[in-house]
């Protein structure tokens, strides 16, 4: 065990936070902290660092064990470059180098037993330099900032000209290049791209320490966590599995707690009736009885009655007319700004009924799509057309269709006078704004709260084509499985931009990937676009035709970029497995060396040298284990290669 919670508690003035909860974390292990946004997943973060303190209870770290911490809003100062930020987590590393240089200079000058001495000295740091993989340094920073989405060109930008997204990508990849013991990360997966979010998902999972994580991101947690931790009006639940097993567990677990007070409360209200039936008799033994009764009643340890989920979201999107078949042409759409092409000969068609997802490297134009589509933003060529009777409702992930000055009262009855203000107020109530709330400012809202204002806007809409950028930040986890559900029954037609891979594994009907300039297309879902993906990219060259020079310089030019693309690709694809399993292979070679050490300890103990079965036993798996371990080393030896 590294790390354990033994009854704590937290409150905020009369608000009970945490009452009495326990749970611990062993070592390597990866778990997730999951509740309903406000329920204290980020206040528990804090109370295992110190930075809030308990109420009561105590945060016990293992004696020795290092613990590295990533909140939501992370401001790295400095007037440091990122890389330099980043490899200053490597300084002592950096001064052991230094010191070698200075060894090899002063070992050119001496002789006799001075240099002697240097050279013993150098060998010393020579072996800790390696031990701390010191040759390996410098590359690891920058295979951290590249995994975190940083291309070459920004590693010398100043940490002062960010913005707060990238200082927090900066901030995670100082914690990650630190190596703890144990990593508490906030929400790591809210700056970061699909590339990323995979690159982060790989290295966690081979971490040999431990992690502990908050995140809304579900597909993210089914990869990487093997506990989770749920906060739930205050109590701490622990759940084996990954966030499926939880959900599916905390499901049974509802149903049979409803089931168990439904069948209690039946019972109750069957033996009150038998007693009142018995006391109408009024007989001396009937009375006698229904006493008797009463006193039997009055001993049930009443069950208190399952906490209805009273933070759901009520969502119903209905259009108000069926659009023609054809909802959405796009042909020859090009865009770039400041001479830069975004992308180029874009051409797609969306029809009635389909949910389309539009994924994508960050910066890649997914957001200005939607832009120009919705008529925010000309186009450099080509045109957009919408069907027959085609009724746009768009959610903008910046939420420019707000108006910031007015009330979220005034904001919903403004853009729809007819509604009267009790409709008004239970529209609110249903997004989860009741009593003051509704006479807050827009501008005075927290993010995830001006998107389910949008959102309310946008049910309201009653349009057949929802055009929905990055719907599900900020939402929690409860709030996006009630979108799903009502984008699930829509009978509309949806485009959506979005890195939430679950989101769109659960809603998507069509993935459109824009990569390379150009747009992917998969007729299917999340799951089905990681199978083919490979496939259907390397399908999407262009035919060079049978004679060369039947094809144009700019179509050749254009065919060997995409060819030179597709190979890069696959470079990073293979050089990330051979990545992936080298790590893996050092881990198992850890735990068979660990292994065979303890096997080594048990042997000088007498009761079991003196056992002459337990004895063999013990050589036999030891014999196994020595050569597995020769075959590991083999493999590592190519894979490090």
Not at 90 to 101: A, C, S, T
Not at 439 to 468: C, H, P, T, W, Y
Not at 623 to 635: A, F, K, P, V
Request: negative net charge.
């Amino acid at each position: 065990m590294i790390l354990a919670c033994s009854h704590i508690s937290k409150a905020f003035g009369t608000d009970p936070i945490i009452t009495d909860g326990s749970f611990h974390i062993e070592e390597r292990e990866k778990a997730a902290i999951v509740g309903i946004n406000g329920a204290g997943k980020s206040t528990l973060l804090k109370m295992i660092m110190g930075i809030e303190p308990c109420d009561a209870g105590e945060v016990i770290l293992a004696k020795g064990k290092t613990i590295g911490y990533l909140a939501q809003h992370q401001d790295v100062l400095g007037e440091h470059t990122i890389y330099e930020a980043l490899l200053d987590v490597k300084k002592d590393i950096l001064g052991l180098e230094q010191r070698l240089r200075t060894l090899e200079a002063r070992m050119k000058q001496a002789d006799g037993e001075e240099l002697s001495a240097l050279m013993d000295a150098y060998t010393k740091a020579s072996h800790e330099f390696e031990l701390k993989n010191g040759y390996a340094c410098q590359s690891e920073v920058t295979g951290v900032l590249k995994g975190l989405g940083f291309t070459e060109e920004e590693f010398t930008k100043k940490i002062s000209s960010l913005s707060g997204g990238q200082k927090t990508r900066v901030s995670l990849g100082k914690l990650l290049l630190s190596k703890p013991d144990i990593i508490l990360l906030d929400e790591p997966t809210n700056h970061l791209d699909l590339n990323s979010i995979t690159w982060l998902e790989t290295f966690l999972i081979n971490y040999p320490g431990s992690v502990v994580i908050v995140a809304h991101d579900r597909y993210f947690l089914n990869r990487i966590v093997t506990k989770v931790v749920e906060i739930d009006q205050g109590k701490i639940t622990v759940f084996s599995g990954n966030y499926t097993d939880y959900a599916q567990k905390k499901a049974q677990l509802r149903e049979n707690q409803l089931k168990a007070w439904m069948n209690q409360q039946q019972e109750i209200r069957h033996q009150e009736e038998v007693i009142a039936k018995l006391k109408s008799f009024n007989r001396e033994k009937s009375i006698k009885r229904a006493e008797s009764r009463e006193k039997m009643l009055a001993k049930i340890d009443v069950l208190e009655k399952p906490a209805e989920a009273n933070t759901e979201m009520n969502i119903h999107l209905t259009p108000r007319t069926t659009s023609g078949n054809d909802v959405l042409t796009v042909e020859e759409l090009k865009k770039g700004f400041r001479e830069e092409p975004l992308f180029e000969h874009l051409n797609f068609e969306i029809r009635r009924g389909e949910r389309v997802a539009v994924i994508g490297d960050n910066g890649t134009g997914k957001t200005t799509i939607l832009k120009l589509i919705n008529g925010l933003l000309p186009p450099d060529e080509g045109s957009i057309s919408l069907g027959a009777k085609v009724q746009i409702g768009y959610y903008d992930q910046e939420h420019q269709v707000l108006h910031m000055e007015k009330t979220l009262f005034d904001e919903l009855q403004d853009t729809y006078p007819l509604m009267d203000n009790t409709a008004v107020r239970n529209v609110l109530a249903a997004f989860l704004f009741t009593g003051d709330d509704a006479f807050k400012q827009v501008k005075d809202l927290s993010g995830g709260e001006r998107g389910r204002l949008s959102l309310a806007k946008l049910m309201l809409s009653e349009a057949n084509f929802l055009i929905l950028d990055e719907p599900t930040n900020h939402l929690d986890i409860v709030s996006k499985e009630i979108l799903e559900q009502a984008l699930n029954q829509y009978a509309g037609t949806v485009l959506f931009v979005s890195h939430d891979r679950y989101f769109i594994n659960q809603t998507a009907t069509r993935i459109l990937e824009l990569t390379g300039r150009t747009l992917i297309n998969y007729i299917g879902n999340y799951d089905y676009y990681l199978e083919k993906k490979e496939e259907l990219t390397a399908a999407c060259l262009p035919d060079a035709g049978p004679a060369s020079e039947a094809v144009s310089p700019s179509e050749q030019k254009e065919s060997s970029s995409r060819q030179d693309w597709l190979a890069s690709r696959e470079k990073q694809a293979k050089e990330r497995k051979r990545r992936n399993d080298l790590a893996k292979t050092e881990a198992s070679i850890a735990e068979l060396e660990e292994r065979d050490a303890r096997i080594d300890l048990l042997l000088t103990q007498e009761d079991v040298y003196t056992d002459v079965s337990r004895l063999m036993e013990l050589n036999k798996e030891k014999e196994d284990l020595n050569s597995r371990l020769e075959q590991l080393y083999e493999l590592w030896a190519e894979l490090a290669e």
